[in-house]
């Protein structure tokens, strides 16, 4: 009831009390003045903001791969691979080997990196109660996409293949970010 | 009508509002409707949430809209995606709750902003999971998507509410 006046001025023009004893105040028109008025507003943030962001349709060249905010590795996207994050099912079942056995991302990424990287993930996902978390990410023709993901939803996987810089590949449940950045590459600054 | 009468009255349609948002929650679990987005949704439980808002007022609306959010977080996703649906519902409602109080906007601006707040308080939260602020790079096309799928509850809304007598 708290603006009845204000709806009342403008029901007549609306007609939209036909059979209804007192229809629901402040619904007269569809569409507003001022919701065309925020709708242009809107459009034209979401123009600025693809100008200022710079998602442009230059192709990539260097693949960087995040765990949980922290760097994991930077690959070159003209060179086909696969890079395991996490341990695939086949490497977890052996729990009991699992302080000696090497990880298979060991081989992607370079040793010293990756086995600090790694061993965060695994603390992360202890942590976390899923011991089982792994994406993998593959490179091919120019392109990455998500291969394979522990995740529930599959958002990453359904995603496909980017190729162009400063598109991204979210895998929100694993917390593993993929995107793509151009030669110049002084993008590193800014991804934290 | 007595005061107690109506006050059971809303209560009742509360109830069954918030049932009602679980269907379609439901629903859209089941049949998600493809989207050129990844992870974009509809929203059709918005639709309620709107509805509420209109007929029956803030406080019945906000309380439907956060049960309809933990429910369905419990029923079918995880803590996590409890964490994502408030960060998104609660911000969504805050700036719904603001336009109407206006009195400019119609169900379709009202819900096109909701759906535009929505996809940025997600956002804002999957960044700060994922501790990683390249994530704002789908700001654009989250903003878009909220737009439309706003724009598309709104006009529901707007065909519910016009048919609702308020309680």
């Known amino acids: 009831m708290d603006s009845g006046s204000a709806a009342a001025q403008a029901a007549g023009a609306s007609g939209s009390r036909t059979s209804i004893t007192r229809p629901v105040s402040q619904v007269n028109d569809m569409i507003k003045k001022a919701d065309i008025l925020l709708g242009i507003v809107l459009v034209l943030l979401c123009l600025s903001s693809l100008f200022l962001l710079n998602l442009s349709d230059e192709n990539g060249s260097i693949v960087t791969v995040s765990v949980d905010g922290r760097h994991y590795g930077s690959y070159d996207l003209t060179e086909n691979r696969r890079i395991e994050i996490g341990r695939p099912p086949k490497d977890a079942e052996s729990k009991d080997t699992a302080g000696n056995s090497k990880d298979t991302s060991l081989k992607d990424a370079s040793a010293n990196d990756a086995s600090a990287n790694d061993a965060s993930l695994k603390e992360a996902d202890e942590a976390e109660g899923h011991s089982h978390a792994y994406n993998i990410v593959e490179i091919r023709d120019g392109a990455v996409f998500m291969a394979e993901s522990s995740c529930a939803n599959q958002v990453c996987v359904q995603q496909g293949a980017v190729r162009r810089v400063n598109q991204t590949i979210v895998c929100l449940p694993n917390k593993v970010v993929v995107s793509i950045s151009g030669p110049k590459s002084d993008m590193d600054s800014v991804s934290y | ?167």
């Open chain 2, 1 to 167: 009508m007595h005061t107690a009468e109506r006050k059971t009255a809303r209560m009742a349609v509360g109830a069954a509002l918030t049932a009602l948002a679980l269907i379609f929650s439901y629903v859209e679990f089941l049949l998600p409707i493809p989207m050129p987005i990844p992870g974009i949704k509809l929203g059709l439980a918005n639709v309620v949430v709107i509805v509420a808002l209109y007929s029956l007022g803030t406080a019945s609306a906000l309380s439907v809209n956060i049960l309809r959010i933990v429910l369905s977080g419990l029923l079918f996703g995880n803590l996590f995606a409890i964490l994502y649906s408030l960060a998104g519902g609660l911000f969504s409602f805050l700036v719904m709750w603001l336009l109407k109080k206006t009195n400019l906007f119609s169900t379709v601006g009202v819900s096109m902003a909701g759906g535009v707040a929505h996809n940025l308080g997600q956002l804002t939260v999957a960044a700060l999971v994922v501790s990683n602020s390249k994530l704002f790079y789908y700001f654009p096309a989250l903003l878009f998507a909220g737009m439309f799928t706003g724009i598309l509850i709104g006009i529901v809304a707007w065909l519910v509410c016009r048919r609702l007598p308020r309680i």
